[in-house]
């Protein structure tokens, strides 16, 4: 579990059932624990109105444990990107009464709260559980180009290649942790780089 | 000076019947200057100099906030209240000096909000008189459901249906019509917010609802200005000020605590705000908490007040005022 830092810097609870009409649940990997966690403590018939959206990565280990919770809707995609377009016309025909879970990398559940924003969810009221990697998707503050999946401090701009110092400044409207410049006064100055967001 | 109180000198430029209990005031300065800016949702406290007696009752603005030449509230008289509705509609004509505070807002709009749902009841109509005409004015999406006893009763009902027509629906409690809640709630598209003035059971019923049908907290809004309740006189110590002072029967707290020239901060007069919160020293005797601000465990555990709606019961009561 991150520890908060700044004041920017999300912090992540753990799932617990809401009272609601509908539950739609958007996890990655590991974050398949944390739905089947909150299913042990949820009352009969929650997942009757629930809907799962899964992105199981690179096996497919978790996926029978939610088909076995029985949900109205599960759908198991091979990309947070190629699930996007589902999520979002699931919000927009969504009514009030539908709760949002999330839970897995902090990429997923940043990314998956950045469309909630949107379809006009509150973020304060989307339940989320930190699973699994600790990799980072940081924005360059210097070419705004989005890097995915960092680990390491500092970190290349897959964009431009500056290098840089990864903040816990973090931006809910971009779903990106802000990376600036770590050697702008002399770039021959390259600190070491250590694998941290693992 | 109370916090967030600065004074406006007004004068009374209308009174307007507008059915059997209610009547609507204008005011506008003195100066001829405009009135400070202000939001649907914002009320202000009017102070009524009733020979010794000085009354400050809070009442929501009723006009639309992009017309500041002129502020209008509207007064339901309660002839059985603590007597602040019967001195306006009494006492109260066109030309009189008065004083009233800066509009505060604390039953404003969340702008973020896809959909504004809004429900009214009785007299709860007058703050959705001025964020209407507020999101009329932006092209907000807002939808009214407006319970009245009867048609005749039904305040304004007949300026909102002209106004906004199929978006205000209203229901008369002498024809059995009733609000179909759970369905309304259940049909909200996604990012709809929710605001609700009327009684108290209204209220509660409106705000229980929501919670059980998955409505997050920060979606729904309420307006809850509790009128302080009379009781049985009580003595005070105000410790600071080395002051001992007796609350009457009609009277609050926070009255009696001005009337002793000790000048506590306010807003809202109605047990919401928070400003007027007061430590208690010490106490022998019973609690009788009537806001909406502290928590349970707060109200348990005895070591705070708020004396603009809230008494006590017993031997003594000290307080750091």
Redesign the interface.
Known sequence: MAAKSIISRPVYGTLSPQPGKHHLFVADAEGALAITDLAAKAPDGFFADAHIIFIPGNDSKHVAALEALKPAQFYQGPSFASALPRLKQTLANAHMGLHLYLAGTEGLIGQAMQAALEAGIDHTSIQTEHRGSLARRIQCVHCKGITENVTTQPATCSHCGLLLLVRDHYSRRLAAFQGVCINAEDRSEIPPTEEIFR | MSTGTTKLDVVVSDVVPVNELVTRFHFRRRDGQLLPTFSGGAHVVVEMRDGERTRLNPYSLMGSPLDTREYTISVRRDDVGRGGSLFMHRHVRPGMEMVISYPVNLFSLDL???KHLMLAGGIGITPFMAQTAQLAAEGGNFELHYTCRTASLGTYADVLKDRYDRRVRLYHDDRDERIELDRL????????HLYVCGPSGMIGWVRDRA?????????VHFEHFAAPQPGAPFDVTLAVSGKTIRVGEQQSLLEAIEAAGVDPPYLCRGGVCGQCETNVIAHDGKFIHNDHWLSEEEHRCGKKIMPCVSRFEGRSLVLER
């Open positions: 973020r909000a896809r709630l259940s049909s909200q598209p996604l990012g709809t919670a059980a049908l998955g409505w997050p907290t920060e979606t």
